[in-house]
């Protein structure tokens, strides 16, 4: 569900593995004709994928991937609950839900408690994946027998799967990295040099371990592909909305506000979880109150350089 560029990659990537796939959009416009997304231009999608705006095609399908973004995620979970509450529901999105404050898999959880759920999520660009390209992936399901049959359901030849129970350490990981990949792209725009953007990275992972300790995560799955693996790809490729978006609000330049940029509210989320739980997250702090212009960059690196000095 979810005809975006990540939904449409897995897609492709799942219906050439010969998997039976049907591809829901709530707006199809000319996909089905053209077998093209305009958010992955150069992909032609094979005739295995099923593509519809009508649900009921997915017809028996257990598995059902929610590869819409993360503030939606629970509107549609509640929009199509009849379809959807007896199935096994793979949210593919990252981030905090504003309203919740929970991330994709505890969204499931609460929203439908009769469904299965479990988070697909990892460093992996779309264009990638849709390629053919080589790309590693964490899914996370509460259910170690569930979440071995999915691995088994997702693994392709090129798209390899790595399984946990750690379902919160995994959300988090997704979530967050997108926050610290802004930072990052902030760093860059304003031309404050790699080392700088080295130590948001090194000291947003650290916030990321904080709040991920304190919610109950596992710290090992924060320094596995959801996590560090996705921090590493997110903050220094171009490829990443995040990582642009950043770049811009640091540059001063213009921000495409069509594209999905889950850190945006992501960040106000966590800083909010940081409020609520007495957690001292200031990288994700100065970068929700960037994104809603409340600083300046250079307010931004003051606040950052003036903090008392600590042991590492
Ligand atoms: N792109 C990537 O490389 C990767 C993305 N992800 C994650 O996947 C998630 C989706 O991102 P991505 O596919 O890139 O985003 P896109 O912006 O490309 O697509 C979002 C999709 O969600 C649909 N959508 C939005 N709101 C709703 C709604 N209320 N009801 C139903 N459908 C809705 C959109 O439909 P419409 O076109 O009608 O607006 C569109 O099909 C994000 O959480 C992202 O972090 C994860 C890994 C890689
Ligand atoms: O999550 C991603 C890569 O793992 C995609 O990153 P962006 O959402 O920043 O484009």
Not at 157 to 164: D, E, F, I, N, Q
Not at 182 to 199: E, H, K, N, T, Y
Not at 258 to 282: C, F, K, N
């Amino acid at each position: 569900m979810g005809a975006g560029a990540f939904g449409t990659a897995l897609a492709v990537a799942l219906a050439r593995d010969g998997r039976d796939v049907t591809l829901w959009a709530r707006d199809l416009a000319d996909m089905a004709t053209t077998r093209r997304s305009h958010r992955l231009p150069d992909v032609l999608i094979p005739e295995g994928v099923t593509i519809t705006s009508h649900l009921p095609d997915a017809g028996e399908a257990d598995t059902v991937l929610l590869a819409v973004p993360a503030q939606t995620l629970r509107d549609v979970l509640i929009a199509y609950e009849d379809v959807l509450r007896s199935r096994t529901l793979v949210a593919c999105c990252k981030g905090i839900d504003l309203t919740t404050l929970t991330g994709p898999a505890a969204t499931i959880a609460r929203t439908l408690p009769q469904a299965t759920g479990a988070i697909l999520t990892g460093p992996s660009f779309a264009a990638d994946i849709a390629r053919g390209l080589p790309t590693a992936l964490t899914l996370a399901c509460g259910s170690a027998r569930t979440g071995l049959a999915l691995q088994e359901t997702l693994s392709t030849g090129t798209l390899r799967v790595y399984r946990t129970t750690d379902t919160i350490g995994a959300e988090l990981g997704g979530a967050l990295k997108n926050v610290i990949a802004i930072a990052c792209g902030v760093a860059i725009g304003a031309g404050l040099g790699d080392s700088a953007r080295a130590a948001l990275m090194t000291r947003g992972f650290a916030e990321m371990q904080r709040l991920a300790a304190a919610l109950g995560a596992d710290p090992q799955t924060l320094a596995g592909l959801s996590g560090l693996g996705d921090l590493a790809l997110t903050c220094t490729s171009e490829l990443s909305r995040n990582y642009r978006f950043g770049l811009a609000l640091g540059a001063g330049a213009s921000i495409d506000t069509t594209l999905t940029v889950e850190g945006a509210a992501t960040s106000r989320a966590v800083t909010r979880l940081g409020h609520e739980r007495g957690i001292d997250l200031p990288i994700c702090a100065v970068v929700a109150a960037l994104t809603d212009r409340d600083i300046s960059v250079e307010t931004a690196l003051q606040t950052l350089l003036s903090r008392p000095l600590k042991e590492e």
